[in-house]
T-cell receptor, first 114, second 112 residues
């Protein structure tokens, strides 16, 4: 089946630093979604990307749909304590003819060091 | 707009006991999903409903898991009997169709 690999697996940064993470797929994706999950909560949708090369921002977050359609990137600028959590990429993978089944990545755990 | 509501938030049971989880999706969202999330992993789809019809239940272990969405709104996921390996977070999500899914807080199940 399709697999989404996220890198890095975990990050330890200081407040104010910029963050970059990526997600790669073994097959072409038509849509990329980025979610954030806080401890004890469900994932929250951050950004959705629908077109190869697309660059979309949501506040301090910026995500890009890779032109190969097999990868996506998420950047966080000037990190703050509330950015702590696990970031998941997700997508429906190969053309799915109306099936909205999402495959989720392995997650990137972001920790801010005091 | 109220989000996806799930209950209970936490459940502890002994193995071989039955357990049920309830989900109320966002108003107007016809598509409802149940996901399983094991510790340290991303969510994995168990079942997807379009209104009251289960359109994708290929990942649902049907020997012990069942789900229903009788009136096309609320949904219940049941496990009977529960096994130790069922300990996980059970997430419900909803959407208007398309790929943008909105998740509830989840039910954390512990099977002893």
């Amino acid at each position: 089946g399709q697999q989404l690999n996220q890198s890095p697996q975990s990050m330890f940064i200081q407040e104010g630093e910029d963050v970059s993470m990526n997600c790669t797929s073994s097959s072409i994706f038509n849509t990329w979604l980025w979610y954030k999950q806080d401890p004890g909560e469900g994932p929250v949708l951050l950004i959705a990307l629908y077109k190869a090369g697309e660059l979309t921002s949501n506040g301090r977050l910026t995500a890009q749909f890779g032109i190969t359609r097999k990868d996506s990137f998420l950047n966080i600028s000037a990190s703050i304590p509330s950015d702590v959590g696990i970031y998941f990429c997700a997508g429906p993978g190969r053309p799915n003819f109306g099936n909205e089944k999402l495959t989720f990545g392995t997650g990137t755990r972001l920790t801010i060091i005091p | 707009e109220a989000g996806v509501v799930q209950s209970p938030r936490y459940k502890i049971i002994e193995k071989k006991q039955p357990v049920a989880f309830w989900c109320n999706p966002i108003s107007g969202h016809n598509t409802l999903y149940w996901y399983l999330q094991n510790l340290g992993q991303g969510p994995e789809l168990l079942i997807r409903y379009e209104n009251e019809e289960a359109v994708d239940d290929s990942q649902l272990p049907k020997d012990r898991f069942s789900a229903e969405r009788l009136k096309g709104v609320d949904s219940t996921l049941k496990i009977q009997p529960a096994e130790l390996g069922d300990s996980a977070v059970y997430l419900c999500a909803s959407s208007r169709g398309g790929f943008e899914q909105f998740f509830g807080p989840g039910t954390r199940l512990t099977v002893l």
